[in-house]
């Protein structure tokens, strides 16, 4: 594995993929290598101008379809025009933004990262044959589940404690949702993937010092984006991929290199924490999943 590469990728015709926040960054690389490989891929994207601008590049397997993760009437709209799929990539994100909210109230980091995502897998479940890959982060490790307060309703906001927080749910989504395909004896698996430091334009929107600083940082420490989007392309792509894994790249302490599993902290594996935030994530978005048991 510590050499896999987008050229390992093995033969996807025939297959449909949807990757969302196709229109640019690690979402426009994945599309890139997956269409390289024979795979329909559909760019689920919030700016569609954007997404078509790429998918030119990509050719006829490339096709743009509209869909805004912090707007749950979106999310449906995209979801309900969709008949099957092979792979669901939940790419797409925000990163330590200013204190918003989406369409239907919820922080804008939580509700994009995790709500919007977990409410577009429910609604697609039944249709996805192959696996579910999420975008998780090594600041997941920066992040703490408040199950009180989800929303920064009460708590005074702080832009990275709550990104860390989406990304911790989306691993916990990730492992629960395993747990939760396997109990019902299905052949879907969930993954996670990080892109370790990767330079996106992500880092570009964090409207702080933050973005001077790693604006500095990028050119000697992160890798590229296409580098970035190999541990979500092997989650997403290889055939003997565990269900339940979490793939990373290899060196550095995880911020660059080849993919590998690599492993999540302790609060990523609390089965209890896990078991509330998927009720406390029903709750606020109306999406009861059916696993068909």
């Given at each position: 594995?510590t050499?896999w590469?987008?050229?390992d990728?093995?033969?996807?015709q025939g297959?449909t993929?949807?990757v ?5 960054g690690?979402?426009?690389e ?5 269409t ?7 760019l689920?994207?919030?700016?569609v101008?954007?997404g078509?601008a790429v998918a ?5 397997r490339?096709e ?7 707007d749950?009437a979106s999310?449906?709209?995209f ?5 099957t ?6 790419n797409?994100?925000?990163?330590a933004?200013p204190?918003?909210r989406t369409?239907d ?10 709500l919007?995502h977990?409410?577009l897998?429910g609604m697609?479940l039944?249709k996805?044959?192959?696996r579910?890959v999420t ?8 992040g703490?589940?408040?199950l009180d ?13 709550a ?8 691993l ?5 949702l395993?747990?939760?395909l396997?109990a019902?004896?299905?052949?879907v698996?969930?993954?996670?993937s990080h892109?370790?430091?990767a330079?996106?334009n992500?880092?570009?929107?964090t409207?702080?010092i933050?973005?001077r ?10 890798q590229?984006a296409?580098?970035g989007?190999?541990p979500?392309?092997?989650a997403?792509t290889v055939p003997d991929a565990?269900?339940g894994s979490y793939l ?7 911020t660059r290199g080849y993919?590998?599993?690599?492993g ?9 924490v896990?078991r509330q935030?998927?009720s406390?994530s029903?709750?606020?978005t109306?999406?009861?999943y059916?696993?068909?048991?």
């Amino acid at each position: 594995m510590t050499t896999w590469t987008a050229g390992d990728i093995v033969d996807q015709q025939g297959r449909t993929f949807v990757v969302t926040g196709a229109n640019s960054g690690l979402g426009a690389e994945a599309a890139k290598a997956l269409t390289n490989a024979g795979a329909h891929v559909i760019l689920a994207c919030r700016n569609v101008d954007k997404g078509r601008a790429v998918a030119v590049q990509l050719g006829e397997r490339a096709e743009v379809r509209r869909l805004d993760l912090a707007d749950l009437a979106s999310v449906r709209e995209f979801a309900d025009s969709l008949d099957t799929l092979d792979v669901l990539v939940n790419n797409a994100g925000v990163m330590a933004v200013p204190l918003g909210r989406t369409a239907d109230g919820f922080e804008m980091q939580i509700g994009t990262n995790h709500l919007g995502h977990f409410a577009l897998t429910g609604m697609l479940l039944d249709k996805v044959t192959d696996r579910v890959v999420t975008m998780s982060s090594t600041m997941h490790k920066l992040g703490s589940i408040d199950l009180d307060d989800l929303n920064w309703e009460r708590r005074t906001y702080r832009r990275w404690p709550a990104y860390g927080q989406s990304k911790l749910a989306n691993l916990l989504f990730t492992y629960e949702l395993q747990r939760r395909l396997s109990a019902a004896g299905s052949k879907v698996k969930a993954l996670a993937s990080h892109p370790g430091y990767a330079s996106t334009n992500l880092q570009s929107h964090t409207e702080s010092i933050s973005t001077r600083v790693m604006a500095l940082a990028d050119p000697i420490i992160a890798q590229s984006a296409a580098m970035g989007a190999l541990p979500m392309l092997y989650a997403a792509t290889v055939p003997d991929a565990s269900g339940g894994s979490y793939l990373g790249p290899s060196s550095m302490f995880e911020t660059r290199g080849y993919p590998e599993v690599v492993g999540s902290n302790r609060k990523s594996h609390d089965e209890n924490v896990a078991r509330q935030l998927w009720s406390l994530s029903e709750q606020l978005t109306g999406i009861n999943y059916d696993f068909g048991g």
